[in-house]
Structures are given as structure tokens and as C-alpha cells.
């Protein structure tokens, strides 16, 4: 009779032998030499094909929103979107670090690489320490923090001056390869807008603590949870002031990720100013009919000037506790986007934009009622058959 005690051991023997091949067969492994490349500041990085669970690339540390449901860099770009670029380095074998300061806000990105490949670190704005940690080890920095409105704990000035020098002093201090600020699209310190001032602001202090920094300057975004298209399709957005002429070249913000992307992974882009804007110029009021079209419904707006609607939106931001609208929104209203004709745009990184009429039925069928949600979007012949036809309405 066979004795299951020997048995089981030579079972196990078994298992052993096999793990210790496979232990010598995994330490055999070499990397050819162009699997190693040499960073700006001398660092060696091992190349990966990537993957989720890829072993290798770069380490990146994310700096995102203050709070989750405030926008960032500007009142129409949205901050769950511009996530899309942690998930892409996720996936490339990158290292995460993503820093938070609130927990509901970030854990949708605990998924979007391996274990480990996603690490979460609090973190506080004023607090010099926690912004060190978070950076210290990292290849490249992304500053994605912006404020909208000013509240009782955070101005303009805080966050997108003060807040930016403390994130380029730790990345200066650390000797981290790549710094890659965002800032916004109007940044210009005689702006009548104090968001575009602190902008300007941020950007000549960066890259005074900085030489090297990357600064990115997206137009107004639109795409999932933007503050655009959902705006213009809600039924909140009743006061305008301007009456909605304000000039922009609204960019996908799928667009914007692919090209912070593509900066991940290219040194020449070092020290460089991107625009970052879509190829058709549209007004406020062209975006609006736009979205009636999409929805099929009609959103009416009322129109009230500057002097009137700037103390009302005051009131609302220091009375409510949720966001509303701030009185520098309203003076935004009165500026059209310019372009430096000195930075870089899309096409220095091979990138093409998207234009906003082709996405409007993707990010806004859910606004239509049930008679209509199934309807397909207008083809381009429906297009162009649409405007040779001039709709009178007889009143008499």
C-alpha cells in the first residue's frame, strides 16, 4: 500500500523544483540596450511595451482638483475627463501617484491600473510637506488644480499662485525630470478677470522656481461631466449677461489628454507654452443652438447686465453652499479667447482636434425625452439639405 505521507512529499518536491526553474529562468532575463533610456536629468528608465500589468516606465504624480465637483482650469473644462491621462499611464506601465483631498473623489481611479500601479496620497495645498511627499520619487508632475470660484477657504490667488509655487518648489527641489502645469486659456495679467490674472501670475512663478516647466493653456473643454454642453443643455443656466456673445474655440478634452500624453514621453517638449484650442471658432449663443438642436428642446436665457448680474452672483456664491455662479464669471463673458501666436499648438505634437458638432449627440442624448431618444443624429446630407430652406413664420 502506497503511503499518502510520501506521496504528498514528493508532490511537493515536485512544485518546488518546478518554482525554482521558473525563478532561474525569470533572473536569466536581460533588457537589450534600447530597452533602457536616459532621462533629461541622467535617470535611467526601462522601457515597456505597456499594459496593465507592465513592470517599468515612468513614475507620474497627477496633482487633481481640489474638490470633485468644482471645474478646473476654467469654467468649462471638466475634471473627471482630463483623469483620462492617469488611466492612459496606468495602462502604459507607469507608476500613479495620485494626490487627494477628498476620498469619494478619486476612487474611480483605483481601477485603472494593476495593484500598486495606482498609488493615493492626502495631501493639503498649504501644506508644504504633503505636497513633497507625493513628488519626490516622480519622473513628471502634472499640476491639474484650479479653482473656478472663490470660496471661504480658497481665493484665486491661493490656489492658482501661491499653490502652484509650493508644487514647483517641491518638483525644483526633488530634481524631478518633468514639470507640466496647466493653466488657461485668457491668462493675461492686465485681464479684467481676476481668474486670468492669478493665471498669468502662476505661470510667470513656475517657471521662475522652474526654467523647464511645460505650461498648457487648454481652451473651454467639452466632453463627460463638462461644464459646457451639460450646461447649455440644463435647465439651471438661465442667467447670462453679454447675451451669450462671447468668441472661443471650444476643444474635445479627449484631445487635451492625448496631447499631455504625448508630453510624457517627449523631453522636446520641455520648457515649452502650448495652446491647446479646437479648429472651429463658435459664440456662446452658436454652442446653445447647437445643444437645442441636439436635445430637441428649447432653453430659454435671460439676459441681464453686467452691473446687475455680477452683485446677484455675489450673493449666491457667499449664501449657497454649492457652486453657482461667481462674479468673475460674469466678467468672463465679456472676453473672447485670443491665441498667442508664439505658442505651440496641436498640430507641433501631431495632433488633429476634434470639432464640438461632431460629439454633440454622444455627450447630450441623454437630455432628450423619451419620443426622441432613439433618434440618430443628423446625417450630412440632412445637414446641408437644412440650410437651403429658410423657415418664415406668418404672423399675419
Known amino acids: 500500500m502506497r503511503n499518502p505521507c510520501a506521496s504528498s512529499a514528493a508532490a511537493t518536491r515536485k512544485v518546488s523544483s518546478q518554482l525554482g526553474g521558473l525563478r532561474s529562468t525569470s533572473a536569466s532575463q536581460r533588457r537589450a540596450l534600447q530597452d533602457v533610456s536616459i532621462t533629461r536629468t541622467g535617470k535611467p528608465i526601462i522601457r515597456v511595451q505597456g499594459g496593465r500589468s507592465s513592470l517599468g516606465g515612468k513614475e507620474s504624480t497627477f496633482r487633481l482638483p481640489l474638490n470633485s465637483a468644482e471645474a478646473v482650469h476654467g469654467k468649462v473644462i471638466p475634471p473627471q475627463s482630463l483623469e483620462l491621462q492617469a488611466f492612459w499611464a496606468a495602462g502604459q506601465g507607469c507608476t500613479v501617484v495620485v494626490p487627494y483631498r477628498e476620498e469619494m473623489a478619486k476612487r474611480h481611479l483605483k481601477i485603472a491600473g494593476d495593484l500598486g500601479r495606482v498609488v ?66 485668457n491668462a493675461n495679467k492686465t485681464s479684467p478677470s481676476e481668474f486670468c490674472r492669478t493665471k498669468a501670475r502662476g505661470e510667470e512663478v513656475v517657471r521662475k522656481v522652474y526654467p523647464e516647466t511645460t505650461i498648457v493653456r487648454p481652451a473651454p473643454m467639452f466632453g463627460f461631466e463638462d461644464n459646457l454642453l451639460h450646461k447649455l443643455a440644463g ?162
Open 235 to 396: 435647465v439651471t443656466n438661465l442667467l447670462t449677461s453679454n447675451r451669450m456673445e462671447e468668441r472661443f474655440w471650444p476643444v474635445h478634452v479627449i484631445d487635451v489628454a492625448q496631447a499631455l500624453e504625448r508630453m510624457l514621453n517627449d523631453d522636446s517638449t520641455a520648457a515649452e507654452t502650448y495652446e491647446l484650442y479646437g479648429p472651429k471658432n463658435y459664440s456662446m449663443a452658436e454652442i446653445a443652438d447647437l445643444v437645442d438642436k441636439e436635445i430637441i428642446k428649447h432653453r430659454r436665457h435671460l439676459n441681464l447686465p453686467k452691473s446687475i448680474l455680477k452683485p446677484v452672483a455675489n450673493i449666491l456664491n457667499k449664501v449657497l453652499y454649492w457652486p453657482t455662479m461667481a462674479p468673475d464669471e460674469v466678467e468672463r463673458e465679456f472676453i473672447d479667447q485670443k491665441v498667442d501666436p508664439r505658442a505651440k499648438t496641436f498640430g507641433d505634437l501631431g495632433i488633429e482636434p476634434g470639432e464640438i458638432s461632431n460629439f454633440t449627440f454622444h455627450y447630450l442624448q441623454a437630455y432628450r425625452s423619451a419620443a426622441f431618444y432613439d433618434l440618430p443624429p443628423q446625417t450630412e446630407r440632412e445637414k446641408r439639405e437644412e440650410k437651403k430652406y429658410l423657415h418664415v413664420i406668418d404672423d399675419q
Open 120 to 185: 493615493f496620497m492626502e495631501h493639503d495645498l498649504r501644506n508644504t510637506q504633503s505636497i513633497e511627499e507625493s513628488v519626490r520619487h516622480s519622473d513628471i508632475v502634472y499640476n491639474l488644480i484650479g479653482r473656478n470660484y472663490p470660496t471661504k477657504n480658497f481665493s484665486y490667488e491661493d490656489v492658482h499662485v501661491e499653490g502652484a509655487e509650493r508644487i514647483a518648489e517641491a518638483v525644483a527641489k526633488y530634481d524631478v525630470d518633468r514639470f507640466v502645469h496647466l493653466s488657461s486659456f
